[in-house]
């Protein structure tokens, strides 16, 4: 079969489950969209203070699925599943794009066309995102569909297109603004100057085209209130909504803040999530970024990866249609001359968010009655929290891959060697530490307000750890020495493992599921030292359950000392998982 | 595979495809929205409206589902909730048994102030809707009552029209109700006007459409204010946190079971179980009556306060139990130009072409990619 008939085939079949799935689905995303542009099309409500956040593509596309609906009921015609089924080919043209976008960058980086079908059929094909397309109806793959689009001309050279889809992308869903200093600095390092002032010319005159229909609104909305001009223009107009950050995000499955939220923590935590945290460390990731990687045309799709994960994981208000805001591009990024992450980063991130939230609830401002609910395995609250811990640490565990970049790791590496130390310079701290929690919890209690001066202690003794291990002097370590080396790691990670299950286990979860489970992760985790795929395969599953697990007994025990004990092993975690991932690429360049 | 397969592949699925089509292809050749049923209901996500319950005015749910039991082992729905829902509600069960029952589900544990509506009540009525144009399945009732909440900051009268459709909400239209409201207040800054009007023969099988229209000077919108003010207004009970944004809020107490606390106590609301943000010595001016629940209504200015901790309330210096606190923030009324599709009806068809044409250049230029 040639390749264009294989992209034909996998066109034909994901258009048809699409178009199968459209009419006969309802969902009340879509609903709540449709009832919403109805308020503004036909009530006439003004956009800006009813729904900020979505900018003039998106009531463009939303009215185009309004027209023919419209002329059919001046025929007679009144059938809203029509208008409906309608609502959702706004999000097909997104995936559409993206599938179209995929498959050229893919090509540029691969030059393999069978790589770039594949790599596209595996995002087309997608169970979550056809049921995104064609149950939710969700527009946001239109917004990352001009992304993609705006890098692949950028890529090709091509300003002027560029500039208007990013701007295309930036009036679906503002928040893509934020990568105009990407595009800008790209174009600026790596082509000529007059290129800048063309990209940022184009960007700004298609913007005001866009933006025209607003500009009498804002100004009476300034004439009117100013303090709630700026506080539209600064919580709501960026895309955020109105509860980013600030409130108890109790019910957010989708990253961190549900767990943490839920752990009792929030409190003291919470005002590290939020729009000030996602800016200022999408910055500093950029930053180091392109200070460590040459300016190529991976920065520009790495940058993009990170921006959208990062907002993933702070953000506290994650929708579930806000993840394909990162799923196309965590996929460009498997592509092994681009981002070389694992794949099955890829499909276990879209099938933990799956399991959290996959087709029996709307979104957060949304429920329905799903009558298969109850059948649900993962359908309680612990489990689709630990999930997401899972799915955060995944994102997180990414953001440290896309920005290491392989040529500094490799000569890091050189520089590590641990073969034989003592295994007690690892476990006496970590005992020493066990004791000292469990002592605390007995007499002192466990006041949460302990919790941030433990995480400071078991940072240290896991830093000291590893400086203790590299012999660096005076037990002073560089931020370098903690990405060195892999048996430590490895040791760090079953000692943590071992750490949390027994406090699990004095902490009296009489239960004998967990008994078999804890059995099961530890077996499991001694294979982490198997080179072969089974026994990779058995890390990769072990590490996930374990850390799911952990996050599920945490929960339902509302134990502090979980919690606590949690930490080291969550750094450890993720180490494990960078450090792993650094091994095979040496393992496989050598 | 030839090329010659692949094409044999792709009518296949277009066949299957049209064949899938044939229950929704007789439905409309039938005319009859009911033929749909036989499509399983687990397709069915969208929200069932009939007899489903609830204004959600101060619901801060964020997880879990909302159950109603008109009786313990009687039927129960789950309510679509939305950020500015108004509704009220009455299923045959409770005609008959005169009450229900409701039940919250799902945990974490959220607060929720539900105006329940009793038969009998002022405003519980069969009906189902909410105020930008929503569908609902009437139960038999020929009396539609419809009560909106509308923000009002405007001296001046205000014409305010709700239209019952049949079929779609630009369908023939059934009934109207033509309100005129005036109010002025500082408090609440909101007014509640109910509509009524009189429509008969209504099947219970059919869908219906309510919308409302306001003539003259644009007086509410439903703001970013106004709809965060319906949908995430803090609603707990005693020692949660609350968030808040700006302005002056309006607190609102609901005690519990309608216990109030008597007259003259002295009533302390405390910050963080220490700090006094509020005291008064209670009186019956104090209250105001809602529906058939009391709550005691606050209004303070607390702008400068960017987060409440852990309230309490506490008469004659004992913590009072209650059932739960609301806390409304104040509206924004801008009153704003409407946007260019404010009306865009007449242009339908000209649009309508313009989007045939660029759908086919669209398909076109799809096909000479997929071509080279």
Known sequence: MNDRNRLLLVLAFGLFLRFLLMPYTWHCHTWEQMTGEAMRFILGFDPILTDPGFGLVYRLFNMASYIPYLVLNGLGVYYPFILESFFKMSSLAGDLLTFVALYEICLHFSKNKRTSIGLASVYFLNPFVIINCAVWGSTETLMTGFILLAILYCIRKRIIRSAIFLSLATFTRYLPFFLLPVFLVYVWRTMKSRDMTRFLGTFLLSCSVLSIQYLWNFLVLFQSTQSGFWEYVFMSWLGGGPTGGRTLPLGFKHNFTGFIASAGVWPYIGSFFGYPAFILLSLVSMFVLLKRSSWSPRSLVLCTLIFFALFTIIYPLTQPHRLFWVIPFLLLATVPSLGNIPTYYFHAFWISNFAIEPLIEGNFWTYFNFPLQQYWPFDNWPLKYSLSLFSGMLLLSVIFLCLISRTNLESMKSKADFESRSLWSIFVPFLVFSLFEILRVVYLGPEYYYIPLELLIGFLIVANLWGYLHESKAGIIKCQDILTTSKAAKLLYLLSVVVVLFVVTISQVDNPVFLLVQILLLVSVWSVNKRSTLGLNIQRVSSAVTLIYIGYVALIMQNVLVFVTMLPYLFSWLYLQVDGKITSDSTQSS | ?372
């Open chain 2, 1 to 372: 595979m030839s090329t010659k397969k692949v094409k044999g592949i792709i009518l296949l699925l277009i066949t299957l495809l049209l064949l899938s089509y044939a229950p929704l292809i007789n439905a409309c050749i039938n005319q009859s929205w009911s033929n749909m049923k036989n499509v399983p209901n687990y397709w069915s996500w969208k929200p069932n409206f009939a007899g489903q319950i609830t204004d959600l005015h101060g619901a801060n749910s964020t997880d879990g589902a909302i159950i109603i039991n008109s009786t313990e082992q009687g039927p129960s729905w789950t309510v679509w909730k939305s950020d500015v829902w108004i509704a009220s509600f009455m299923t045959k069960q409770m005609r008959d048994s005169g009450y229900a029952s409701l039940r919250i589900k799902g945990d974490p544990p959220f607060g929720l102030t539900p105006f329940i509506a009793y038969p009998g009540s002022d405003w519980g009525e069969e009906l189902m809707t909410q105020y930008r144009g929503q569908s609902f399945r009437p139960l038999a009732s020929s009396l539609w009552k419809v009560r909106l909440k509308i923000g009002n900051n405007d001296t001046s009268p205000q014409n305010v029209t709700v239209r019952l459709h049949q079929d779609s909400w630009t369908g023939p239209e059934l009934g109207r109700s033509v309100e005129s409201i005036s109010y002025t207040g500082p408090y609440p800054k909101a007014v509640f006007v109910d509509f009524v009007m009189m429509v008969s023969g209504l099947d219970t099988e059919k869908t219906y459409y309510l919308t409302i229209d306001r003539v003259g000077k644009e007086v509410w919108l439903m703001s970013r204010q106004d709809s965060y003010n319906y949908g995430s207004c803090a609603s707990s009970v005693n020692g949660d946190t609350y968030d808040v944004y700006s302005r002056d809020l309006d607190f609102k107490i609901w005690f519990y079971q309608g216990k109030t606390p008597p007259e003259a106590s002295r009533v302390q609301i405390l910050l963080n179980n220490h700090t006094i943000f509020n005291e008064f010595t209670l009186n019956s001016s104090k209250f105001d009556s809602m529906s058939i629940e009391k709550y005691l209504s606050i209004p303070i200015d607390i702008r400068l306060v960017k987060t409440l901790n852990l309230i309490n309330v506490t008469v004659n210096g004992a913590v009072w139990r209650i059932e739960s606190i609301a806390i409304e923030e104040d509206y924004l009324f801008i009153d704003t130009p409407s946007p260019f599709w404010h009306s865009f009806a007449p242009y339908i068809f000209p649009l309508f072409v313009l989007e045939v044409i660029v759908a086919l250049v669209a398909i076109k230029e799809f096909r000479k990619w997929i071509k080279k």
